[in-house]
């Protein structure tokens, strides 16, 4: 383990890409796109951070961490939150999870199921939806990529990491419940903006990753025609290539494990790489 894995990435102006990973629907892909992006733009020289929003904990699981909360003495972001402690202090590296070695060039602020006590510690705070957007300037600059990975609904937390963005990536599936999960994302984000924009907030999605689509019309004509749809309705906003079906997905995240570490050969891993490269995060 060199120390150079371990030392926190210092500040050298870069221009750090802020990317909100979001649904108004549960279940779209998020946590698994954010640990293999993550992953990869590690792996590709990028030096990354992911902040998990979610109680539910599964970026943090996937990058290495089972059960955050069992360490009472590690900060989670919700501790951030309470003024324990900063971001800085709260950064940890990315691990293999079984191995538990280090992975070069990521870092993460781990969840806690503590966070869905996010809207009571924040009740009274002026213009609280920006709690985010004031935590992270200690990160910017020190990171080419900080990854935002949200929980399943359009609550506090999520608001809060779509003012902060820089690229707000709205994830679906090709199926009805998920697909509406990007309207209702995008009806968010237009009211938020009516408040926020003058603060810089992004106006709407930059981008939309499918993140578990269907082969062909075999598969079931329903799925396949609302990712049709879902491609004519925002057209280049929908990165190629969709993430297609794959059994290896859930098997890595059983073993938690980012898919592109899990089986790099497996379809939906090399479709992963070139979601990543689509968007712009490594050549
Ligand atoms: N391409 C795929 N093929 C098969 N299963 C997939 C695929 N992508 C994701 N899944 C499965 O879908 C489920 C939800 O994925 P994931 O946890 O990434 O979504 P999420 O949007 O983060 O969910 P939440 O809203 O609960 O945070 C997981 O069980 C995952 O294994
Ligand atoms: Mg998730």
């Given at each position: 383990m060199s120390t150079d894995t371990l030392t926190k990435p210092a500040d050298r102006g870069l221009p750090t890409r802020?990317?909100?990973?979001?649904?108004?629907?549960?279940?779209?892909?998020?946590?698994?796109?954010?640990?293999?992006?993550?992953?990869?733009?590690?792996?590709?020289?990028?030096?990354?951070?992911?902040?998990?929003?979610?109680?539910?904990?599964?970026?943090?699981?996937l990058l290495g961490y089972d059960d955050p909360d069992a360490d009472e003495n590690q900060l989670t972001l919700i501790d951030v939150v309470d003024g324990l402690g900063t971001l800085?202090?709260?950064?940890?590296?990315?691990?293999?999870?079984?191995?538990?070695?280090?992975?070069?060039?990521?870092?993460?602020?781990?969840?806690?199921?503590?966070?869905?006590?996010?809207?009571?510690?924040?009740?009274?705070?002026?213009?609280?939806?920006?709690?985010?957007?004031?935590?992270?300037?200690?990160?910017?600059g020190r990171f080419d990529i900080i990854l935002?990975?949200?929980?399943?609904?359009?609550?506090?937390?999520?608001?809060?990491?779509?003012?902060?963005?820089t690229e707000i990536v709205g994830c679906t599936k090709s199926q009805e419940k998920e697909a509406r999960g990007l309207t209702a994302l995008e009806d968010k984000i237009a009211d938020l903006h009516k408040s926020f924009g003058v603060m810089g907030?992004?106006?709407?999605?930059?981008?939309?990753?499918?993140?578990?689509?269907v082969t062909g019309i075999s598969q079931g004509k329903v799925y396949f025609d609302i990712e049709r749809q879902v491609r004519e309705a925002y057209g280049d906003l929908v990165v190629q290539p969709t993430i297609r079906d794959d059994v290896k997905v859930p098997e890595s995240y059983s073993a938690s494990l980012p898919v592109t570490l899990y089986n790099p050969k497996t379809e939906a891993a090399i479709a992963y790489v070139k979601v990543g490269k689509a968007m712009k995060l490594y050549d």
């Amino acid at each position: 383990m060199s120390t150079d894995t371990l030392t926190k990435p210092a500040d050298r102006g870069l221009p750090t890409r802020v990317l909100t990973l979001a649904s108004g629907s549960a279940g779209s892909g998020k946590s698994t796109l954010a640990g293999a992006l993550a992953e990869q733009a590690a792996a590709h020289g990028r030096t990354v951070c992911v902040i998990g929003l979610d109680r539910q904990r599964d970026v943090s699981r996937l990058l290495g961490y089972d059960d955050p909360d069992a360490d009472e003495n590690q900060l989670t972001l919700i501790d951030v939150v309470d003024g324990l402690g900063t971001l800085d202090q709260a950064l940890v590296p990315g691990r293999h999870s079984k191995t538990k070695e280090p992975i070069p060039n990521l870092w993460l602020v781990l969840e806690s199921d503590r966070l869905d006590s996010l809207s009571l510690k924040l009740a009274g705070v002026t213009a609280r939806e920006m709690w985010l957007q004031r935590l992270l300037p200690q990160l910017i600059g020190r990171f080419d990529i900080i990854l935002l990975d949200c929980p399943g609904n359009l609550d506090l937390g999520t608001q809060g990491a779509l003012i902060a963005a820089t690229e707000i990536v709205g994830c679906t599936k090709s199926q009805e419940k998920e697909a509406r999960g990007l309207t209702a994302l995008e009806d968010k984000i237009a009211d938020l903006h009516k408040s926020f924009g003058v603060m810089g907030m992004r106006d709407g999605l930059d981008w939309i990753v499918i993140g578990e689509g269907v082969t062909g019309i075999s598969q079931g004509k329903v799925y396949f025609d609302i990712e049709r749809q879902v491609r004519e309705a925002y057209g280049d906003l929908v990165v190629q290539p969709t993430i297609r079906d794959d059994v290896k997905v859930p098997e890595s995240y059983s073993a938690s494990l980012p898919v592109t570490l899990y089986n790099p050969k497996t379809e939906a891993a090399i479709a992963y790489v070139k979601v990543g490269k689509a968007m712009k995060l490594y050549d």
